[in-house]
């Protein structure tokens, strides 16, 4: 957009010099056109007065005027009055002054000028008040010869030169100045703008505290005004919601907590069959119950993005999890192994806590689909800017249909979660890899099962981690 106001105002800024410049300079063109055919032609005509009086003081002060003159003076007849002076040739200009008594003003060409100013006025025989045909006055006879100037335009092209390049580099100097002029302005104007859309940015960022200064024309002041209130409200709701979930969550830990030991209890002291299978189904539902609003509880403080990145050694987070999980896995047999170029250079960045979290779940999951004797296989790719992480399964795998709705809260496929799992282990994965601004996905393992794909940071080299 500043662009645009900049092209725009640079534009407005030509058009205004062109509608006043370029008319100044065709009339000071046409001015010094016609100021030097005038000057020309009254110095021609002069000379022709001199030519036609024909007298010795006449021809005396021709050939004086024709030595001081700008341009070559030619003279016909040169017999008697200017011998010394060249005849200029027959042409159509010099037949009319001859017998029409025509003056002719020829320029050359007929774009501006040509090379040369060529101006051929005749010379009349000249009548005093002692002749029969005097009146007076000096009266005007027959044409008895002809006076030509021919009279060089270099010197007028030098200053057509200097009218327009003037004016062209005024010009070029003025929109200079107007784009630096447009370009603050632009700037100036949107500036609002460019707030709204930082915030904006901000916003889909997750970063809900965002405000907009109401700043700007009183359009833009409304608009901020409108926005920075629906922000409020939102970040009013979306905290109300939060604290209600991490408030419920939490209180619902103790009494399900409770529940399980008087389960538990009551297990232990009961011999019918009967009764303990209905205890173990209602413990069973219990471990899921307190499963589920752990998860939430989780999801609630991932919503809430209170840490900020930083980089951590992959190879040491994988390791403390993987040691925390194997002897889950070694109790049926399954093989948890790790892959790939993890090694105590290769930093993420991630919030603290989130990478744990996040390959809590995933392990879980797999280590549930896995069938006994199986294998999890975590790999690590590091790509330029991008760290790879992927954690592939011998389970049943998953439809594409179930891959397009398992990041969906509390929904679970079987595939994937089995019957015991809350259905918010992929939405907390995917919460808190997107908050560390990477990506998750899903795709079928090359053997058969589900590979969960985590797109993480990599951080810059150089970076160390912050304990």
């Known amino acids: 957009m500043i662009r645009q106001l900049i092209r725009s105002y640079v534009l407005l800024v030509a058009v205004a010099i062109a509608l006043f410049t370029v008319p100044v300079a065709f009339t000071l063109t046409d001015q010094l056109r016609g100021d030097t055919g005038t000057s020309v032609k009254r110095e021609a005509t002069t000379m022709a007065r001199l030519l036609g009086a024909g007298n010795a003081d006449a021809c005396r002060a021709l050939r004086e005027m024709a030595d001081a003159s700008e341009g070559t003076v030619q003279v016909t007849p040169t017999d008697d009055c200017a011998p010394d002076l060249p005849r200029p040739s027959g042409d159509a200009a010099l037949t009319g002054a001859l017998e029409k008594g025509e003056t002719t003003t020829d320029w050359g060409s007929r774009f501006i000028w040509g090379k040369n100013l060529v101006v051929t006025v005749p010379a009349h025989e000249r009548a005093t008040a002692g002749n029969e045909k005097g009146k007076g006055n000096d009266d005007e ?7 030509r100037i021919v009279y060089s335009t270099q010197e007028m092209t030098n200053r057509l030169w200097l009218i327009w390049g003037f004016r062209a580099i005024l010009a070029v100097l003025v929109l200079a100045v107007a ?7 632009a700037r100036r104007l949107t500036r609002p703008l460019r707030q709204l859309n930082d915030m904006a940015s901000k916003f889909s960022d997750g970063d809900l505290t965002a405000r907009s200064p109401v700043t700007g024309p009183q359009e833009t002041q409304t608009l901020a005004r409108t926005l920075n209130q629906g922000a409020e409200r939102l970040d009013t709701l979306i905290a109300a ?7 419920a969550s939490h209180q619902l830990r103790t009494p399900l907590t409770a529940l399980r030991l008087s389960l538990d209890n009551i297990a232990d002291g009961v011999d019918d069959e009967y009764v303990k299978e209905d205890v173990e189904q209602a413990t069973a539902e219990v471990v899921r119950m307190s499963r589920l609003v752990n998860d939430l509880l989780v999801l609630a403080r991932a919503e809430a993005k209170v840490a900020a990145v930083e980089p951590l050694p992959l190879r040491d987070v994988i390791e403390e999890r993987l040691a925390v999980w194997r002897p889950a896995a070694d109790e049926r047999g399954v093989t948890v192994t790790l892959r790939g170029s993890a090694d105590g250079r290769l930093l993420v960045l991630a919030s603290p806590g989130h990478l744990d979290q996040v390959l809590d779940n995933v392990l879980s999951n797999a280590l549930e689909v896995s069938p006994d004797g199986g294998t999890i296989t975590v790999e690590v790719e590091s790509r330029g800017d991008e760290v790879v992480l992927s954690v592939l399964d011998e389970g049943p795998g998953m439809s594409d249909a179930e891959k397009s709705r398992a990041f969906d809260r509390f929904w679970r496929g079987q595939g994937l979660t089995g019957r015991t799992g809350s259905g918010l282990g992929l939405a907390v994965v995917r919460q808190l890899v997107s908050d560390d601004g990477g990506t998750v996905a899903l795709r079928d393992a090359p053997g058969g099962g589900l590979c969960v794909t985590l797109n993480l940071r990599g951080a810059p080299r150089g970076s160390h981690r912050t304990d």
């Open 141 to 147: 006879g027959p044409a008895v010869g002809a006076v």
């Open 179 to 185: 784009a630096v002029i447009g370009a603050g302005v």
């Open 241 to 247: 919601q939060r604290i209600f979930v991490a408030d």
